[in-house]
């Protein structure tokens, strides 16, 4: 997917809210896309900070960015609510 499409989706009721996420090469994940100081730059290369749905509470309780990894934009298939 491009990084338009990405942002098109997570524009509103998406963002920080767990959503599915397929991939071309790998078992698909739910997750939350995380909207940090380093989002627009992230964004514009399509690399995309999500927090996997077994430390979203974690990360709603600290806050701590450490709990999210990084993903490709371009390795995603399919995003769904």
Do not use: C
């Amino acid at each position: 997917m491009t990084n338009e499409q990405i942002d098109k989706f997570l524009t509103g009721k998406n963002l920080e809210k767990p959503v599915q996420i397929s991939f071309k090469t790998r078992k698909g994940i739910t997750g939350m896309f995380l909207k940090l100081p380093d989002y627009g730059e992230l964004r514009s290369k399509n690399f995309w900070r999500i927090v996997s749905e077994g430390h979203i509470d974690d990360y709603k309780k600290s806050k701590d960015p450490n709990l999210a990894r990084i993903f490709n934009g371009s390795e995603m298939t399919k995003l769904s609510s």
